[in-house]
């Protein structure tokens, strides 16, 4: 019922930024967590950033002090910006939602098809 379109992603010169934007689109609902996820070639998919519905956020070690997750509930988009890259920065990223029909108490989670990031001169 919701749709995740992720942009921003691409080439990037080691020390570069790039932001990262998810939006949503659907009927009527609301947002609880949201968050990046990250999947580099033979490696698992790991948490991020992420960033509750009160503003709470939590980071990954590898990324702390770099990136800053934050979300606009008005556009139902939540963003991820990526400051002083690094090649170890490379991967798909995904971002993940939950929501709730508003009116009803029913959670659900969506993702994002991903969007490649890299990091490379």
């Known amino acids: 019922q919701v749709q995740l379109v992720e942009s921003g992603g691409g080439l990037v010169q080691p020390g570069g930024s790039l932001r990262l934007s998810c939006a949503a689109s659907g009927s009527t609902f609301s947002f609880g967590d949201m968050a990046w996820y990250r999947q580099a070639p033979g490696k698992e998919r790991v948490l991020v950033a992420r960033i509750t519905s009160g503003g709470s956020t939590n980071y990954a070690d590898a990324v702390k002090g770099r990136f800053t997750i934050s979300r606009d509930n008005a556009k139902n988009t939540v963003y991820l910006q990526m400051n002083s890259l690094k090649r170890e920065d490379t991967a798909s990223y995904y971002c993940?939602?939950?929501?709730?029909?508003?009116?009803?108490?029913?959670?659900?989670?969506?993702w994002g098809q991903g969007t490649q990031v890299t990091v490379s001169s």
């Open positions: 993940y939602a939950q929501y709730y029909i508003i009116g009803t108490l029913n959670r659900f989670g969506s």
